[in-house]
Nanobody
Framework: QVQLVESGGGLVQPGGSLRLSCAASGFTFSSAVMSWYRQAPGKERELVARIRLGFSPYYASSGKGRFTISRDDAKSTVYLQMNSLKPDDTAVYYC?????????WGQGTQVTVSS
């Protein structure tokens, strides 16, 4: 059974930082493409960053230069380090795994950037 469990969200002031984690199980993590998406109220879910073993990470323009995606295959965990956060970054952040058997989503973690 595939499980993706996000953590690390919360309330942060503008300019602050958060690190999101997504712990994965139930599939071969090292061969999966792992991504972070986000969905703000009233908006469509959008890709934030993607990482695949052996390839350079991809970043959407919204987070380029501020966000860093990384993975620890020994821990089957993908991270999203978010710096210089802005109110526009407020959203539910989701972890996604693209595997040989299909795509899977986590339940999401809320990030709120507000003073």
């Amino acid at each position: 059974q595939v499980q993706l469990v996000e953590s690390g969200g919360g309330l942060v002031q503008p300019g602050g930082s958060l690190r999101l984690s997504c712990a994965a199980s139930g599939f071969t993590f090292s061969s999966a493409v792992m991504s972070w998406y986000r969905q703000a109220p009233g908006k469509e879910r959008e890709l934030v960053a993607r990482i695949r073993l052996g390839f350079s990470p991809y970043y959407a323009s919204s987070g380029k230069g501020r966000f860093t995606i990384s993975r620890d295959d020994a821990k089957s965990t993908v991270y999203l380090q978010m710096n210089s956060l802005k109110p526009d970054d407020t959203a539910v952040y989701y972890c996604k795994a693209e595997t040989d058997w299909g795509d899977y989503w986590g339940q999401g973690t809320q990030v709120t950037v507000s003073s």
